[in-house]
């Protein structure tokens, strides 16, 4: 059986940095589409980034504004969104979803997802 398990969310206060991880098993990332997508109080889920193809090409959410980077570590069979100067409007869960056949992270239901991870950015 195939899954992804996300990690390294916690509770920062404002301006500091995060790192998540989202680690597949039973699947090769670097042949599927990976997202971040997170759920925000109050807001509709949101796409945070998305790397797929080799070279991998990468976009974000408009909001991020240069804070986030997504990479991918083929030997560790991981995913990594580095999070910079990070705000409380970023508290909500993080999750990854990997997509199969395509370059985009559409976030649809054909797409497996993690369990997801808790940010807290607060004072």
């Known amino acids: 059986q195939s899954q992804l398990v996300e990690s390294g969310g916690d509770s920062v206060q404002p301006g500091g940095t995060l790192t998540l991880s989202c680690t597949g098993s039973g699947l090769t990332l670097e042949h599927y589409a990976v997202g971040w997508f997170r759920q925000v109080s109050g807001k509709e889920r949101e796409r945070v980034s998305c790397?797929?193809?080799?070279?991998?090409?990468?976009y974000y959410g408009g909001f991020v504004n240069g804070r986030f980077t997504t990479s991918r570590d083929s030997a560790k069979n991981t995913v990594y969104l580095q999070m910079n100067d990070l705000k409380p409007e970023d508290t909500g869960v993080y999750y990854c979803?990997?997509?199969?056949?395509?370059?985009?992270?559409?976030?649809?239901?054909?797409?497996?997802w993690g369990q997801g991870t808790q940010v807290t950015v607060s004072s």
């Open positions: 979803a990997a997509e199969a056949y395509t370059y985009y992270c559409s976030g649809t239901h054909n797409a497996q």
């Open positions: 790397i797929s193809g080799s070279p991998p090409t990468r």
